[in-house]
């Protein structure tokens, strides 16, 4: 594992770690392609558009409640979409995404035994072309790399850096990490924590650290002394 980061330490190493990941990235986005326009996008393009605020559709239940949605993705994305680029924007976005997916690999797999570029380049290609990584995924058919741009996909890449983060102890990291895929996607957030916390808890170097998390935070600290 030591010898994963002491590997990417260097300047030059870290320019070939990222071109790697951004030669995962187009090769998987080559695989997939990209859609407009289907799948869930039915609710993404009329909430970025702004459809419910017409005064044809003041009354429409439908367009009404897409105001409720919970993901930060669609927010931050509304004030710079309009009818001209919103198909550009979606396309920008979804390989942005695909490109933090697959630094976040490559990071996993420098952490895990993979210490050489060419290891993790191979590793990183067969994640690219692997049919097992597309579309949906086999136990409960979430979305995994898929053709068309959703929030849901936007949590890959902070996903797994913070799996990665809490393998390595770094809890805080792996506590903003979560946070960011909370704020895409709650249920998926909510099932990363657990994980995060049964893996916490089943290693007891971890069980330390997590203690001095805690001890950290002066709300918990407060809370357990109360």
């Not at 030059?12 to 030669?23: D, E, G, K, P, T």
């Not at 393009?45 to 429409?60: K, M, T």
């Not at 805080?172 to 895409?184: D, E, H, R, W």
């Amino acid at each position: 594992m030591s010898n994963a980061i002491s590997y990417f330490s260097g300047r030059r190493s870290v320019f070939l770690f990222l071109m790697i990941a951004f030669l995962g990235a187009t090769v998987s986005l080559i695989s997939t392609g990209f859609k407009f326009g289907i799948g869930n996008n039915v609710f993404h393009i009329p909430y970025v558009l702004r459809f419910g605020e017409l005064p044809v559709f003041y009354e429409d239940a439908f367009y009404q409640s897409l105001e409720k949605f919970t993901s930060l993705v669609w927010p931050l994305l509304r004030p710079i979409i309009y009818e001209e680029n919103i198909e550009r924007v979606f396309l920008i976005s979804h390989i942005l995404s695909r490109i933090v997916a697959f630094i976040s690999l490559c990071w996993f797999f420098g952490v895990n035994g993979a210490s050489r570029l060419d290891s993790i380049l191979i590793s990183i290609i067969v994640c690219a072309v692997c049919p097992w990584m597309k579309s949906g995924s086999v136990i409960g058919a979430h979305g995994l790399f898929i053709s068309y741009f959703t929030h849901s996909e936007v949590t890959w890449g902070p996903l797994v850096a913070a799996l990665v983060a809490a393998q390595l102890g770094r809890l805080t990291l792996a506590a903003i990490f979560s946070g960011i895929v909370f704020s895409i996607n709650a249920f998926v957030g909510i099932w990363l924590v657990a994980i995060i916390l049964v893996c916490v808890l089943m290693n007891k170097n971890q069980r330390t650290d997590f203690k001095l998390f805690i001890k950290m935070n002066p709300n918990w600290s407060k809370d357990k002394v109360s």
